[in-house]
């Protein structure tokens, strides 16, 4: 299977060592069959201008990535943000185009790819930390990687199912496990104020509960996130994404 | 620019610490209620699926259906009358209550009244009008709005409501015991009740078989303001329409626990036709309604129960406070509904508030980090969180974006399309952001960083780590042994 590396803009540029870590993860866990390619053609997905009121700034990024991972059997990206926007809001741009349809298709989040392609199951190493596990919302309510609180349907968690057969690894459990941390793109500006008393609440939530390691499946969270620990003089808490944390913890020592 | 709107109410809110905390705490408790209850009902997400198809189906057809509901209602003695809009709603109002020379009148809790702003309306015309929802009066009292659809004096303390009713209740100054302020508002509400020639209600839902309908309250108000004088006005959008009697077994089941986490609201009331002697008007307001019916994109919204639990569970109503909106009614719920009735041409009538037509309300679908949590609680399955990324660019598509943003967009989007420009820019921002000092870098332009620190700044991109080693770089087996063919 050959699989193209869709790596957000922001990670590109500000989170390589995430990009790394999944490329060592898949690689790890995808056996001979796999080949892992990082096309350079690709682009930002679009969002911003999209989440913006201005979708049709976001036209051009979508053809541009339509054309780019054309050629791949499947497309993994280590963000439900970035994946969700392919799979559920390309359409205005993009409904009736050759492999279109098959990009929506083939387009998967990291961790899903590993649950749902690869079927890599628990797999086991060893992460002595309290794990804080924070969703990300469009991973968990537009790709549904897990059930989510509000609904009546039966419990499950593709990302923490990922973790669970690690050895020392212990999960906290914050008060509001999946309440929006108040990223949300262009919001994190244009609504500074609430924005940022999400993030401290979110945070207050996972220092109450014993956090150690914040973990999550997107990294936009994370760089609001870590912005306010920072800030609030923390440098102790570890700040990981699911690919780091699993690179880590199956690395051969 | 008035997408500057809702984020300087929000920062007003967000500036006093405690309080937003305070209002953040209780409304999630509303919320953690409505999850034990809706956790409880196994077939819970059955209901919410058939409580989105009939609605569906009622508005696909609501000609036949509203003509039904006219002829049974009229045949139970009740007088049905149409408004176009806000103007015409209350002309009709006014009009009945003048004929019966009704001089003091009652109101149980109607968001449709609020909508059309009856009150100012009928005040100016000599007419008294007293709320009787307890959290409505507490505002009325203080010439304030409801800050939300189903809790209206949510942003009230208790000390609060103790100054308030000192000052018009004459209650004790200083004394905020609930049960001593409740009493003395039962007190001045039993008079109001006594006093009043008419009663009005709003609707939560309407019954074409039968030609009936039903008011959900918690406190009785409505069943204690329509039981003592003759003439009762129902007043109610047109969306408020169920085809069948058995239909309410589905909606009456999902709009208490929704709303408060209760099984079902404490009185649930059935009208069928005047009580005998009295005298009954209903009166089906359109106000947009249909135009909103026609549009592939919102029509769900017409869904709408009025639960209020898209409002409980929105991080940032919770952290800004319903005025911060500006509207009738806040939240995810308002910030699609509030937009979409000021870009239709009629609207609210002469006592609109500022700025509550045309490009009004266009900061509310930027209220809203897209986190989804209002699709997944709402008992209609409105798609909320898709509807305000969709009115985002309806907003742009009208030119209401302020001229910076645009041209910013414009900017970004030729800068992320191309990799090469964008590497070197990002290049240059990464070499230059550890060596600027700390002023050129977080000052007063930089939103981002007046409460967050700004990502690390790595020499190489992932791009540049690509190329430099990890292409080359063949599979490390991982300790468990998965992946144990390098190439």
Redesign the interface.
Known sequence: MRVGLF?P?????????V??AA??VL??????DL?LE?P?????C?Q????????H??K??AE?NLRTFAEFDAVVCPSGSCTSMVRN?YGPFLEGQPGFEELKAKTYEFCEFLTDVLK?GS????FPHKVGLHPG??G???LRLGS??????EPFDKVKSLLTGLEGLTFSEPA?PD??C????????????????????KIADHKQAGTEALVSPDMSCL??L???L??GGDKQTRVLHVAEVLEEA???? | MKTAEHPDRARAFVADDARAHWHDESLWFVRTKRDKQAHSVPEWERLRELGSQIKRHAISRWPDYLEEFEKNATALGAKVHWAANAEEHNRIVLGILQEAGVEKVTKSKSMLTEEVHLNPHLIRNGIEVTDTDLGERIVQLREETPSHIVLPAIHLKREDVSETFNQHLGTEAGNADPAYLTEAARQHLREKFLGAEASITGVNFLVAETGGFVVCTNEGNADLGTSLPRLHIACTGIEKLVPRAADLAVYLRLLGRSATGQPITTYTSHFHGPRPGGELHIVLVDNGRSDLADDPQFRDILNCIRCGACINTCPVYRRSGGHSYAATVPGPVGSVLNPLHALTPMIAGEDAREGERGDAHGSLPFACSLCGSCTDVCPVKIPLHHQLLALRKTVGDRGLLPWGKRIQMKAASTLLNSPKLFGAVGKIARKALPVLPKMAVYNRLNAWGNGRDLPPAPPKSFKQMWRDELKAESAQPSSNGAGDAPR
């Open positions: 790596i803009c922001y990670v590109d540029q500000f989170y390589p060592r990009g790394a490329v060592r690689r790890r866990f995808g056996g001979p080949t990082y350079e053609g690709q682009v930002c679009g911003p201008m999209a989440n913006a009121g201005l979708p700034e976001s051009p990024l541009t809001h890599v797999p086991s190493g060893r919302c469009h968990l309510r537009e989510g609180s509000e609904r009546n349907v509001r309440e929006c108040g990223f949300g793109g262009t919001f994190a500006v244009n609504e500074e104020a609430v924005s940022v008393m999400m993030g401290q609440d760089m609001h870590e912005g306010v920072r800030r199956t690395r051969e020592t």
